[in-house]
């Protein structure tokens, strides 16, 4: 993803991950950047503080050596950073963000030339098919309905050329089906919703239908559930 052509001779850059949650996902890639670049400024944009402590205790614990290491608790937007950025990344956070043509062309205009932007999102397979389905009925609002589809629209209007690649993923919603503790809290997070207190008669619906698009296999169930990955390089 990140080619040794890119990374080759570098000496420092200059990291954004924009929604970086507990950042596992980000002390993967800074252990990674590590191995080939030795100076890494690494900023993290999160507005929610519990998962920036998170973060920060994972960082510290990690024994990984940035020369500089910012969590930012604030929502991204236009005029939050100066730019100059190597690498920006926004990993499963668009859902958030209530204007995302903003977001990515504002994200592509803080890159250096010769940069990066990755973007790591959810297709319309998995997940989303019963967002698609459930997401206004439960919460009375489908703001974070939004997949890869909508990504590839934005940039066609935005003129940004991108590859993109899918991650075979799947995600086991046994405890889903059974109605475990477990499997509520996951159905909550596919909801992006508190469904206590659910009429039973949808609960069954959305259990039937979560059972009816997934796989089974020696008595447990899986939803296949691939992630979308695309990569943009702003021209020299």
């Given at each position: 993803m990140l080619s040794k052509k890119y990374l080759a001779g570098r000496k420092s850059a200059k990291i954004l991950s924009i929604g970086s949650g507990t950042g596992d996902f980000d002390l993967t890639l800074m252990r990674m950047l590590l191995g080939k670049i030795p100076t890494l400024s690494y900023i993290a944009l999160d507005p929610n503080?519990?998962?920036?402590?998170?973060?920060?205790?994972?960082?510290?614990?990690?024994?990984?050596?940035?020369?500089?290491?910012?969590?930012?608790?604030?929502?991204?937007s236009e005029d939050l950073l100066g730019g100059g950025f190597d690498l920006i990344h926004l990993t499963h956070c668009l859902y958030y963000i209530p204007d995302r043509k903003m977001a990515i062309s504002k994200a592509y205009d803080l890159l250096n030339p010769g940069g990066i932007l990755l973007i790591f999102h959810q297709t319309p397979l998995g997940i989303n098919e019963i967002q698609r389905l459930y997401l206004k009925k439960v919460k009375g609002d489908d703001k974070e309905l939004f997949s890869s589809y909508d990504?590839?629209?934005?940039?066609?209007?935005?003129?940004?050329?991108s590859n993109f690649n899918i991650l075979i993923s799947d995600i086991d919603v046994t405890d889903c089906i059974a109605g475990t503790d477990t499997g509520w809290r996951l159905l909550n997070f596919f909801l992006e919703s508190n469904l206590e207190g659910l009429d039973q008669t949808q609960y069954n619906e959305i259990i039937r239908t979560l059972k009816e698009i997934c796989w089974c296999q020696d008595g447990r169930y899986f939803l296949f559930h691939p992630s979308g990955i695309f990569w943009i390089r702003k021209p020299l």
């Amino acid at each position: 993803m990140l080619s040794k052509k890119y990374l080759a001779g570098r000496k420092s850059a200059k990291i954004l991950s924009i929604g970086s949650g507990t950042g596992d996902f980000d002390l993967t890639l800074m252990r990674m950047l590590l191995g080939k670049i030795p100076t890494l400024s690494y900023i993290a944009l999160d507005p929610n503080e519990i998962h920036n402590k998170m973060f920060f205790k994972n960082y510290k614990e990690s024994g990984l050596n940035l020369s500089s290491f910012q969590i930012i608790a604030r929502p991204f937007s236009e005029d939050l950073l100066g730019g100059g950025f190597d690498l920006i990344h926004l990993t499963h956070c668009l859902y958030y963000i209530p204007d995302r043509k903003m977001a990515i062309s504002k994200a592509y205009d803080l890159l250096n030339p010769g940069g990066i932007l990755l973007i790591f999102h959810q297709t319309p397979l998995g997940i989303n098919e019963i967002q698609r389905l459930y997401l206004k009925k439960v919460k009375g609002d489908d703001k974070e309905l939004f997949s890869s589809y909508d990504i590839q629209l934005i940039m066609k209007e935005l003129g940004l050329r991108s590859n993109f690649n899918i991650l075979i993923s799947d995600i086991d919603v046994t405890d889903c089906i059974a109605g475990t503790d477990t499997g509520w809290r996951l159905l909550n997070f596919f909801l992006e919703s508190n469904l206590e207190g659910l009429d039973q008669t949808q609960y069954n619906e959305i259990i039937r239908t979560l059972k009816e698009i997934c796989w089974c296999q020696d008595g447990r169930y899986f939803l296949f559930h691939p992630s979308g990955i695309f990569w943009i390089r702003k021209p020299l």
